[in-house]
């Protein structure tokens, strides 16, 4: 019952009038915790007892931390905590993964290992969720917000289901003050709530769906079966497709959240606007990339011990965030190739600091659009990693993005495929005007009756699970 | 305010100075009506009425690109008083030319206005309803054609329920089949909510007509897309206007001997799986009552298949063939036994392991319109 599907259309509707007409607070949290534990047990059954070990864990060791008399007991429930999340993690998400690696090793020293015939389901929403309980008991030990007593609180504040499954990683100090009464829907938050719900399956079904059935997924799967032309529209527009489902998904959860009072942190802000790769990730999975800011990179360090130990942390840093992607070796070199870039451009960046040109330069429009064109052909080479097939088609993929031959015919890439990419970048212009630009009410109402026709008309037949459901 | 803009009064130079006070009282905000304060919302859901009204003021365009099979074959049939009509699953509407068999004198009189009501997929539940659809004048013949696919009791199929049936139908059919009254309740209520909206009901024609305009915008824009687009509306035409013969291409065109020359070996028929018989069979029973009701001879036509397709579920089409003749006997159904030899139907008279193609399906009309005039 994901976004995307008739059930959830029955579940959603369902909720929302049941708790818009409870009365008091215990009520109406009870209704959605229920209504969230409902959500997660229909896509993953047999894990509900992760999330709700998961949920007892923080919430005891929360309460444990804030009783704590001593420095040293209050440590030891915050070790428990995130050793606890992170032992989970580890052994549903990279068992197999260590597991083939130690056989391709005893297979290098001589040894007769066999495949491995077994694999780890992954329950729904784990990476998120997990992140989410140990941001709160770090929290809790750092000061910034006091251990929630009442037990449904903090289980709604793990399981809320628009975010459950695929973020965004919300933190404790963002949600759990909004939950003090129940909060009540706005006017406002109601438009919003629409205008973030049809832009997210539009995004989701039309833009991400199409771009994968027509390029994207033939292409990827045999790429010497396409010339260079359709390689590189295929890297541009899995590139869209991957922003398009994850944003749409993100949009659709801060949308439905906001049918229900509560505001959550948007993920995404124009990434493919970016005009460095730290300007990228201050725009893309924005709940991730300040995670991994606050609660690793900080404790590493930052940028405080020298250069070697700041470069140093930001391997970890974006190491850990690939990783915490796929427990595959693609993703692995998604991080060391997003860290790379990070130390590159912060080599770059204080290489020219002081002097007096440079900041002229960098200053106009020409820089910056050059700028531009480099980060998101960096940015998406670095997706394409993740999206190969093989190493082979990898190389392929990546010698045709890499290529010089801009004029070779256009192949057998549809029409669509331009037009879906365009529409991308122009939802990045319109954004970008968000703010200056205020539409009236009709000219948006109306450009939501065109994306409902766009979406049942012309929409895929069956939509595609969302990418980030499987992290 | 009195007092705040009025002059100072003379004062002493050891008075202090006056004392103005300005106090801002700020007028109690003006609260909104519903309507004003939800105009995004609110204007949305009425532009949606209204689109989804416009939609469905263009139902015949959207028809035309894309028809739904069972309900336009109903409405064609039911548009005239028929002499003869034939009514199966996708092997009767693959397999019978309507016109090849009309004008065929039985009992001395002509059967002039013949019609095929061929509903692919369809089983013997699905048949009863489309004769009470496409029969509001009972024929004078009623050929079914039907083979083992269509009593198979494994087999569910929610076209039916969506399109043919009434709440009257859904109410008999929970009776007559508590066994499937779920199932049949559920997607007869999914059929009735799919024609809530207009654009949902016609987005498949929506995208047709798309389609078409794109390609005449942008030829080559969405071939695929055109081609499935052109079939449906050939098709469309063909069972408006036609006799209810509306071959799929691929089976009209296809030569299932050659498939086989080619090294295809026909994979499991989903259709003959978990075989059984006798929930259907109520259905058939029900139709023949109705025919007894209306003065209608009924004819079972017992559409020959492969004889791979019979080899493979031998089991299936024995059961099968148990079932006729237990009606022929009991209930006194005339069962019409056109054989694959008989018609002289090879492998190359087939489409794939169970339809005919366009030759076959001339050689099995014309053998059964001999059978007709004996």
């Given at each position: 019952?994901?976004?995307?599907t008739?059930?959830?259309?029955v ?18 949290y ?26 007892t ?35 549903f ?25 077994w ?5 729904l ?21 006091r ?50 719900v ?14 994968d059935?027509?390029?994207v997924?033939p ?12 390689h ?5 527009a899995?590139a ?5 489902d ?27 606007l970016?005009?460095s ?21 900080f ?41 790379v ?35 998101l052909?960096l940015?998406?080479?670095?997706l ?14 990546a ?22 990419v ?19 009410s ?17 929409g ?9 459901f499987?992290f | ?48 009425v ?17 028809p ?6 109903v409405?064609?049939c ?11 699953g ?29 509903l692919?997929g ?12 496409a ?31 009434t709440w ?21 209520v999914q059929g009735?909510a ?27 824009s ?36 050659a ?7 026909p994979?499991?028929?989903p ?6 018989t ?5 259905y ?11 003065g ?24 099968y ?10 209930r ?32 099995l009309?014309?053998?059964v ?6």
């Open positions: 019952m994901v976004f995307a008739k059930a959830f259309w579940f959603l509707p369902t909720v929302l009038v049941l708790y818009h007409v409870a009365r008091g607070r215990t009520h109406k009870r209704i959605l915790l229920v209504a969230s534990w409902f959500f997660y047990a229909w896509l993953s059954p047999q894990y509900l007892w992760v999330i709700l070990l998961c949920t864990i923080d919430y005891v060791a929360g309460i444990k931390i804030e009783d704590a008399a001593t420095d040293r007991g209050r440590r030891r429930w915050l070790a428990l905590s995130v050793a606890a999340n992170l032992g989970l993690l580890v052994a998400k990279y068992t197999a993964f260590a597991y083939d690696n130690a056989v391709s090793l005893a297979r290098l020293c001589g040894a007769d290992v066999r495949d491995r015939v694999d780890v389901l992954l329950p929403g784990i990476s998120f969720h997990t992140f989410q309980g140990i941001s709160y008991t770090i929290d809790v030990y750092r000061g910034h917000v251990a929630v007593r009442g037990a449904i609180d903090y289980a709604l504040f793990v399981a809320f289901f628009p975010q459950l499954a695929a973020g965004p990683v919300v933190r404790a100090v963002e949600f759990l003050p909004q939950m003090a009464t129940p909060p009540a829907v706005t006017a406002r938050q109601a438009a919003d709530g629409l205008h973030f049809l832009l997210g399956l539009f995004k989701k079904l039309f833009v991400a769906d199409h771009l059935a027509l390029v997924a292409v990827f799967a045999d790429p010497a079966a396409f010339g260079p032309a359709d590189r529209w295929a890297c541009l899995w869209a497709q991957i922003y398009c994850f944003s749409g998904y993100s949009d659709i959860a801060v949308g439905l959240a906001k049918w229900f009072g509560f505001e959550l942190p948007r993920n995404f802000n124009l990434p493919y970016a005009t790769v730290p300007d990228f990730w201050r725009r893309w999975h924005l709940s991730l990339s300040t995670w991994l800011r606050d609660y690793l990179y404790p590493l360090g930052g940028s405080r011990g020298g250069a070697l130990a700041t470069y140093r942390n930001l391997m970890v840093v974006f190491v850990a965030c690939g990783l915490w992607h796929g427990a595959t070796w693609p993703w692995l070199v998604y991080g060391l190739w997003n860290g870039l990070m130390c590159l451009h912060r080599a770059w960046d204080h290489g020219l600091a002081g002097v007096p040109w440079a900041a002229a330069v960098r200053a106009t429009w020409a820089w910056r659009l050059l700028a531009w064109a480099a980060t052909w940015t998406t080479a670095g394409v990693l993740v999206r190969m097939t093989s190493w082979e088609s990898g190389a392929v993929l010698r045709s993005w890499c290529g010089l031959d801009l004029y070779a015919a256009a192949g057998s890439v549809p029409v669509w495929v331009p037009a879906l365009a529409l991308v970048a122009l939802g990045h212009v319109i954004g970008g005007l968000r703010g200056r630009v205020e539409l009236p009709a000219a948006r109402a109306v450009a939501y009756v065109g994306i409902v026709v766009l979406l049942v008309a012309l895929p037949a069956a939509g595609r699970p969302f990418i980030y499987v | 305010m009195p007092g705040v803009n009025s002059e100072p009064v003379a004062a002493t130079r050891l008075d202090p100075p006056p004392a103005v006070r300005v106090a801002v009282v700020a007028a109690p905000e003006r609260r909104e009506g519903f309507l004003r304060r939800n105009r995004t919302p609110v204007t949305f859901a009425v532009l949606l209204v689109t989804d009204a416009t939609v469905g003021r263009f139902a015949t365009v959207w028809d035309r690109h894309s739904d099979d069972y309900a336009a074959r409405i064609a039911a548009r005239e008083p028929r002499d003869l009509v034939f009514v199966g996708s092997p009767l509407a693959e397999g019978i030319a309507p016109d090849r068999v009309a004008g065929v004198v039985r009992g001395g009189r002509e059967l002039k206005s013949v019609y095929a009501v061929g692919s369809a089983t013997t539940s699905d048949v009863y309803h489309a004769v009470l659809r029969c509001p004048a009972p024929p004078r013949v009623l050929v079914y054609g039907l083979t083992a696919t269509d009593l198979n009791d494994a087999r569910h199929e929610p076209h039916g329920p969506h399109s043919l049936m009257g139908d859904l109410a008999g059919w929970v009776r007559l089949r508590p066994e499937s009254a779920e199932w049949v309740t559920r997607h007869f009735r799919g024609r809530v909206s207009n654009l949902f009901h016609y987005r498949h024609g929506i995208r047709m007509w798309a389609a078409c305009e794109a390609e005449a915008v942008l030829p080559g969405s071939p695929e897309t055109v081609r499935e687009a052109d079939e449906l509306r050939e098709r469309a035409e063909l069972l408006r206007t036609g006799s209810g013969y509306a071959p799929a291409r691929g089976i009209a065109a296809g030569r299932y001997d498939a086989k020359a080619a090294g295809f070996a994979p499991g028929f259709f003959l799986e978990k075989y059984r006798g929930s259907h069979l109520k058939l029973h029900k139709l023949i009552d109705w025919c007894a009701a209306g209608t001879e009924l004819i079972l036509l017992d559409v020959p298949v492969t004889a791979d397709l019979e080899a493979r579920y031998a089991a299936a089409f024995a059961e063939r148990g079932r006729l003749a237990d009606l022929e006997r009991d006194g159904v005339r069962v019409m036994r056109v054989t694959r030899e008989t018609a002289g139907l090879t492998d190359a008279a087939f489409g794939d392991v169970i339809h005919l193609n366009r030759a076959g399906a001339a050689r009309s014309d053998r319109r001999t059978e007709l005039a004996r």
